[in-house]
């Protein structure tokens, strides 16, 4: 992830060429400012990322979060964690091919 700091360009399309470290050039400039008034987003992403995500992201403004996963397993089993924290949880697949 990027953290606020400055973004390449030239490495986010050459990692979403080669598939790899496409999730770990995300970030979301909104997070430095979410994450501190909203501690269950940052909850959230450390779930999905202790279920071998490949990274995770709050989405737009908050408080809702993401994560992009190899494994659908993994990603079955953040869902029902969360789930089970009352959090709303979703495994969706991408549309056509990643």
């Known amino acids: 992830g990027n953290s606020g700091g400055t973004f390449d360009i030239e490495d986010f399309f050459a990692a979403l060429s080669n598939r ?6 995300m970030y979301n400039i909104f997070e430095c400012v979410t994450l501190e008034k909203c501690p269950s987003t940052s909850e959230i992403k450390s779930i999905l990322m202790n279920y071998n995500a490949h990274g995770a992201l709050m989405s737009g403004s908050g408080p809702s979060a993401f994560g992009i996963f ?5 990603a079955a089993d953040a869902a029902e964690l969360l789930k089970s924290k009352g959090f ?4 969706c697949r991408p549309v056509g091919r990643y």
């Open 70 to 74: 190899s494994c659908e397993k993994d």
């Open 20 to 25: 790899d470290g496409f999730a770990e050039k």
């Open 88 to 91: 709303f949880a979703r495994v």
